[in-house]
C-alpha cells in the first residue's frame, strides 16, 4: 500500500500554484500548512515517550518498493539527528498474521537489527531472494539464519507472545495516527508528515520537529 507517490511535472506545478493562493493566516510561522503539509492527529500520542526527546516514527513496510526506494535517504538523514530526537521504525502491522512486520520485531528483540533491517529490503527487492507479498514465518526465519542469526531463536521470537503485544501495539498505534499505506511519517505522535517527494518528506518531518522543540521548551 505504498502512499508516497511521484507526481508529473503539472500536478507539481498545480499543487505549489495552490499553495500560493492560501491566505497567510493558513501558514504557519514556519511556513507549513494544516493539510497541505500535514495532518494533525486528534488526541496523538508518541509510540514510546521519553523526557526531553522528540519522536519521529516511520512506518514502513519490507514489501514496499516505496520504502525500499526512500530507506537509504532515510538512513542518510538519520545520521545527522540532533541527540533530542529519537528516531524509531514501526513495521505497518496492518494484519496480525503480516510475516514481514513479526520478522522485524523478532530481529529487534535478538539485537540484530543491524544484521536484518537492511539486508531485508535487498533480499526482497534487488536479488528477490523472497517473494515480496506473502513470505511466511519460515522463510523469514531462514533468510535471517542466513544473516547470521539462529533459525530457530527467529521463529519462536515471531511467534512469542510478546511479539503478538508488539503487533498489538504497533496496529493501535497506526490505526490512532490514521496512517493508509507506506511509508509515513509521524511526529511525536502529534503530526502525518505530508510530502511530495523524499526530500519534502524530511523537509516537514524536520520543521514539524523543530515545532515540537519549540512547543516542549515553553
Known amino acids: 500500500m505504498p502512499m508516497l507517490q511521484r507526481l508529473s511535472t503539472a500536478l507539481l506545478v498545480l499543487a505549489l500554484a495552490t499553495l500560493a493562493w492560501l491566505p497567510a493566516s493558513a501558514r504557519a510561522d514556519d511556513g507549513l500548512v494544516e493539510g497541505h503539509d500535514f ?23 519490507y514489501w514496499c518498493h516505496v520504502c525500499n526506494d526512500f530507506q537509504p535517504v532515510l538512513a542518510q538523514w538519520q545520521r545527522r539527528l ?34 536484518t533491517h537492511e539486508p531485508t529490503y535487498r533480499a526482497l527487492h534487488v536479488e528477490q531472494s523472497l517473494p515480496a507479498r506473502g513470505a511466511s514465518l519460515d522463510e523469514y526465519a531462514t533468510l ?29 498505534f497506526i490505526m490512532a495516527a490514521g496512517v493508509q499505506g507506506t511509508p509515513t511519517i509521524i ?10 517527494s523524499f526530500g519534502d518528506l524530511l523537509r516537514i518531518t524536520d520543521l ?11
Open 187 to 196: 511526529v511525536n505522535g502529534r503530526y502525518r508528515v505530508i510530502g511530495r
Open 39 to 61: 495532518v494533525t492527529i486528534p488526541d496523538g500520542e508518541p509510540l514510546r515517550a521519553e523526557p526531553g526527546k522528540v519522536e519521529v516514527v516511520e512506518v514502513f513496510a
Open 144 to 172: 535471517y539464519a542466513g544473516f547470521g542469526l539462529d533459525r530457530a531463536q527467529v521463529l519462536a521470537a515471531m511467534r512469542s507472545p510478546e511479539t503478538d503485544a508488539q503487533m498489538d501495539a504497533a496496529r493501535r
Open 82 to 115: 540532533p541527540a533530542d530526537v529519537a528516531f524509531r521504525y514501526l513495521p505497518g502491522a496492518f494484519t496480525q498474521n503480516d510475516a514481514a512486520a513479526r520478522a522485524y520485531f523478532a530481529a529487534a528483540s535478538l539485537g540484530a537489527l543491524d544484521k
Open 208 to 218: 514539524l520537529v523543530a515545532r515540537e522543540r519549540a512547543a516542549g521548551a515553553r
